[in-house]
């Protein structure tokens, strides 16, 4: 069955740097998408890439899909406390067939003033 | 617009007891997904609803079973309670299906300890 791997697992960065996650899958992506979460609450959607090669924006975060390498990269830019939180990829895990999403460990965001 | 409504937030259970979780979807939206999330966890797919039917289902035993109304709500029910239970169950919604999941829409999710 697919797996998907995030890294690192947790950051902890200073406001107003740069910072990138990854996620890595075991098989080809289809759709890969991008949550943010607080700790113990619901998820609230980033991002969705489709295609090898997509890159999508918002504000200041910028994601990345490499289809070559099954992988998919997650930016911020100029990090504000705000974005803390735990970033979680996920991806369709069946070909053509939507509702079901694996989804990856996790990675925990914290920024210090 | 209210977005995804789940009952309760928080709940305690002993083992070998039987649990109900609801879930009210977004407006406009039809098809509803339920997750399992372990402390320090991805969430880990259930099963998926569409036009009152399972759609899909994920690994789970058949402790755990669901059910959607006419008006697109569901409802979440684990039978005979074990402590591994103890996770926030997520329901999310989203419209029609497709080849792609899409965007779903969470809820903040029903927090279930298992004593």
């Known amino acids: 069955s697919q797996e998907l791997e995030q890294s690192p697992q947790s950051l902890i960065v200073q406001e107003g740097k740069n910072l990138t996650i990854n996620c890595t899958s075991s098989?080809?992506?289809?759709?890969l998408y991008w949550y943010k979460q607080k700790y113990g609450e619901g998820l609230i959607f980033l991002m969705m890439l489709q295609k090898g090669g997509e890159e999508k924006s918002h504000e200041k975060i910028t994601a990345k899909l490499d289809e070559k390498k099954q992988q998919s990269s997650l930016h911020i830019t100029a990090s504000q406390p705000s974005h803390a939180g735990i970033y979680l990829c996920?991806?369709?895990?069946?070909?053509?067939?939507?509702?079901?999403?694996?989804f990856g460990q996790g990675t925990e965001l914290s920024v210090k003033p | 617009d209210a977005g995804v409504t789940q009952s309760p937030t928080h709940l305690i259970k002993t083992r070998g007891q039987q649990v109900t979780l609801r879930c009210s979807p977004k407006s406009g939206h039809d098809t509803v997904s339920w997750y399992q999330q372990a402390l320090g966890q991805g969430p880990q797919f259930i099963f998926q609803?569409?036009?009152?039917?399972?759609?899909q289902r994920g690994n789970f035993p058949d402790r755990f079973s669901g059910h959607q109304f006419p008006n697109y709500s569901s409802e979440l029910n684990v039978n005979a309670l074990l402590l591994g239970d103890s996770a926030l169950y997520l329901c999310a919604s989203s419209s029609g299906t497709g080849a792609f999941t899409g965007e779903l829409f969470f809820g903040e999710g029903s927090r279930l300890t298992v004593l």
């Open positions: 996920g991806a369709d895990a069946i070909y053509n067939q939507g509702g079901k999403l694996i």
């Open positions: 609803y569409y036009e009152e039917e399972e759609r």
């Open positions: 098989k080809t992506l289809y759709g």
